[in-house]
């Protein structure tokens, strides 16, 4: 599954150039007629993104005169892939209960980041992002654990996230407990019934230690919230985590952004198997780094406001967008050296750290900071290939 920008139509130009040179970073520059081709081109507005208001959309038909190009030139346009976005929101009693910045209940400060006004980030995005949301608590005094409500994945969907989020807004009137580990086994159970192809992610609100459906007390889910974040990413679901209070630790936090990007996770520690594995209220079937192997450190978020909060959705959320294109084309990877991408009317290097590289020979990917220009400013990206490097489809 792969991350495309919402909106973006590539342009392949396969020529059959007499000649190419490569720089010495690994860029290729492959020279041909002075013909026409178009191209891709794009500039952005006034929004979250940057100078976007959204992810910016890409038209057709730059001048490209001073873009490399071959004697035939080709342009192959494709449909981008659209990603979609779970939110998976935890609404224990504590959400309704503690203030979170300014707002008196961290429930109304996650509102304030997802639906400000008419706004905000699943407004922005909701042309090319498929967004989704899960609710899920427990009452495990009544039995019922665990207590979902969802709205299926869909473009166009912030009317109906917020209907969901505004019906879930009042406090549930029994002990609510934190099933994380369940919840996510839902998600993906949700996710793989609606996505055929493309990107699937789980975007997980939390702001405590996870329980489970067997025991509410102690809070001892910690296990089955890192496995089942470990079983989606096997299945090609990412997740990412968000902590909206001090209440879930930095530690788990960690544990599940390592486990959401396939990093070493921290195996537990003597406090979890005393208070949870040794006397029989969880078992561990999550995978664990070796001895003396290091865990990971993915990027956490545990901000403190609800402006926070919004920040931290809108980086999770382009970074799903990602930098990987699919060409309408099959590259000879070891000729791949031979092509040329050029971003804003600058070449970038191949197998650069801030350039581009060939995930397979169909996926081309965009790194570092060229990726993050693709992202966030105004952009014109071509790519070319000499006719005996590429074979279209």
């Known amino acids: 599954m792969r991350g495309y920008l919402p909106g ?4 392949l130009m396969c020529g059959c150039a007499t000649g190419s040179t490569t720089d010495a970073d690994g860029g290729g520059s492959p020279s041909g007629s002075s013909s026409s081709a178009s191209g891709v081109s794009g500039s952005a507005g006034n929004g979250p993104f940057g100078n976007a208001d959204g992810p910016p959309e890409l038209a057709v038909g730059a001048d490209l005169d001073s873009e490399p190009r071959g004697c035939n030139d080709l ?34 400060a996650l509102d304030e980041a997802l639906f400000p006004g008419s706004g905000g980030v699943i407004a922005s995005f909701q042309d090319s992002v498929r967004f989704g949301l899960m609710t899920y608590t427990a009452d495990s005094a009544g039995g019922t654990c665990p207590i979902l409500r969802d709205v299926a994945p869909s473009l166009g969907n912030h009317a109906a996230l917020e209907s969901l989020y505004l019906e879930e807004s009042t406090r549930p009137g029994y002990k609510a407990e934190t099933p994380t580990g369940a919840a996510l086994e839902a998600a993906i159970g ?8 493309g990107v699937a992610h789980i975007l997980l609100v939390t702001d405590g230690e996870p329980d489970d459906c067997v025991t509410a007390d ?30 879930v630790s930095a530690q788990h936090l960690q544990d599940l952004a390592n486990a959401g990007q396939g990093l070493p996770v921290q195996a537990p520690d003597m406090q979890y198997t005393y208070n949870c594995v040794n006397p029989g209220y969880a078992t561990l079937s999550a995978s664990y780094a070796a001895a003396g192997e290091a865990p990971g450190s993915a990027p956490i978020f545990q901000p403190a406001d609800a402006t926070g909060l919004a920040s931290a959705f809108e980086t999770l959320i ?9 060409l309408q084309g099959e590259v000879d990877l070891e000729q791949a050296h031979l092509g040329a991408v050029v971003l804003d009317g600058a070449p970038l290097s191949y197998e650069h750290a801030d350039g581009w590289r060939m995930e397979s020979s169909r996926v ?30």
């Open 8 to 11: 973006l139509v590539l342009s």
């Open 75 to 108: 342009r192959v346009e494709f449909a981008p892939i659209i990603p979609t976005v779970l939110l998976v929101v935890d609404r224990s009693g504590s959400m309704f209960d503690m203030p979170y910045g300014a707002h008196p209940t961290r429930w109304q």
């Open 190 to 197: 949700l996710l793989q019934s609606s996505v055929d192809d």
């Open 364 to 393: 081309l990917e965009v790194q570092g900071s060229a990726c993050e220009q693709i992202l966030t400013e105004s952009r014109e990206l071509v790519i070319s290939f000499p006719c005996d490097v590429v074979e279209l489809l």
């Open 218 to 247: 102690p809070q001892c889910g910690q296990d089955q919230s890192i496995a089942a974040v470990q079983r989606a990413r096997s299945l090609g679901i990412g997740t990412s985590v968000v902590g909206i209070s001090a209440d």
């Open 318 to 326: 382009r970074g799903v967008t990602g930098c990987s294109f699919e």
